[in-house]
């Protein structure tokens, strides 16, 4: 069963560093997101990604984040300059022609 | 007021019972509904889609009210697999912005 994968599992960085984030969407899914978790809270909406660009984001997804499909299987979340408070689980999601998404297994940042 | 808002729970609950979770959601424009359960520190996984003339899988049964902007999931006969978080979550028109309720928690105990 065709399935969305993420690396790391666990990304550990200093606080004022780069971090990519890398995600393989299902293959023929065209529509690509990232949500994060902070522990015990709820799943927050960050970004969609359609047609090689930016389709909805939300308030969370400031300067300090962007997206990318560098080629035809990844998708990539980057954060500039990382902060405390983006110590989360993020998840990346994509889905085909109907709304269903499927979840990767996401990436576990800690920034110290 | 919450753009999703789901039942504070946790609920715990026998095996076999039958346990109902309600969702409201505020924003009209709302386009398609799921449910979805997250098992702890794992991520979200499709349950079930959400239609206005309702659909059921298996022990799962989804309702969804587009009037009173109102969601349910049924679970009958409750098994131990079922402890969970299940999480409503709303798709807006146009199918970009996703919104996840903050959850109900479910315990089900031998």
């Known amino acids: 069963e065709p399935e969305v994968t993420q690396t790391p599992s666990h990304q550990v960085t200093q606080m004022g560093q780069e971090v990519i984030l890398r995600c393989v969407p299902i293959s023929n899914h065209l529509y690509f997101y990232w949500y994060r978790q902070i522990l015990g809270q709820k799943v927050e909406f960050l970004v969609s990604f359609y047609n090689n660009e930016i389709s909805e984001k939300s308030e969370i997804f400031d300067d300090q984040f962007s997206v990318e499909r560098p080629d035809g299987s990844n998708f990539t979340l980057k954060i500039r300059s990382t902060k405390l408070e983006d110590s989360a689980m993020y998840f990346c999601a994509s889905r085909g022609g109907d709304n269903e998404q499927f979840f990767g297994p996401g990436t576990r940042l800690t920034v110290l | 007021r919450k753009e999703v808002e789901q039942d504070p729970g946790p609920f715990n609950v026998p095996e076999g019972a039958t346990v109902a979770f309600n969702c409201t959601y505020s924003?009209?424009?709302?386009?398609?509904f799921f449910w979805y359960r997250q098992d702890c520190r794992k991520e979200p996984k499709l349950l079930m889609s959400v239609y206005s003339s309702g659909n059921e899988d298996g022990r799962f049964t989804a309702q969804l009210n587009r009037a009173s902007q109102y969601i349910s999931l049924l679970i009958r006969d409750s098994k131990l697999s079922d402890s969970a978080t299940y999480l409503c979550v709303v798709i807006y028109t146009g199918g970009f912005k996703t919104i996840f309720g903050a959850g109900t928690r479910l315990f089900v105990k031998a």
């Open positions: 924003n009209s424009a709302s386009q398609s």
